[in-house]
């Protein structure tokens, strides 16, 4: 099971940046895949979960309306919108599962088991 996060970068305050997690060694018809984020000196946090089985989503109130999860293009990926990026969405941003965990809702409140390397996404002017 690997999941691979890219995407990041700089952007300015405001910008939109789009992220992808390649997810491999499993189907995508069953866990749940979300995006977290940890920044210097802070807790990881979740900022959106999809559910496989029925593409629920779930986002903390602190992205909803700006961030948008969603299944990519390519198959077998997970994209994460940002839009009206703030110097507080400054973080490494994963991709992670919990296997055995199909909830979006559930991903996004536990601790994920399978993780990939994160992508930095630097908002600054």
């Known amino acids: 099971v690997q999941l691979q996060a890219s995407g990041g970068g700089l952007v300015q305050p405001g910008g939109s940046l789009r992220l992808s997690c390649a997810v491999s060694?499993?189907?995508?018809?069953?866990?749940?895949i979300g995006w977290f984020r940890q920044a210097p000196g802070k807790e990881r946090e979740a900022v959106a979960c999809?559910?496989?089985?029925?593409?629920?989503?779930y986002y903390p109130d602190f992205v909803k309306g700006r961030f948008t999860i969603s299944r990519g293009e390519t198959r077998n990926t997970i994209d994460l919108q940002m839009t009206n990026l703030t110097p507080e969405d400054t973080a490494v941003y994963f991709c992670?599962?919990?296997?055995?965990?199909?909830?979006?809702?559930?991903?996004?409140?536990?601790?994920?088991?399978?993780r990939g390397q994160g992508t930095l996404v630097t908002v600054s002017s």
């Open positions: 999809l559910s496989t089985n029925n593409d629920i989503t």
């Open positions: 060694g499993f189907t995508l018809n069953r866990p749940a």
């Open positions: 992670a599962t919990h296997l055995g965990q199909a909830s979006s809702y559930a991903l996004c409140h536990s601790r994920p088991t399978t």
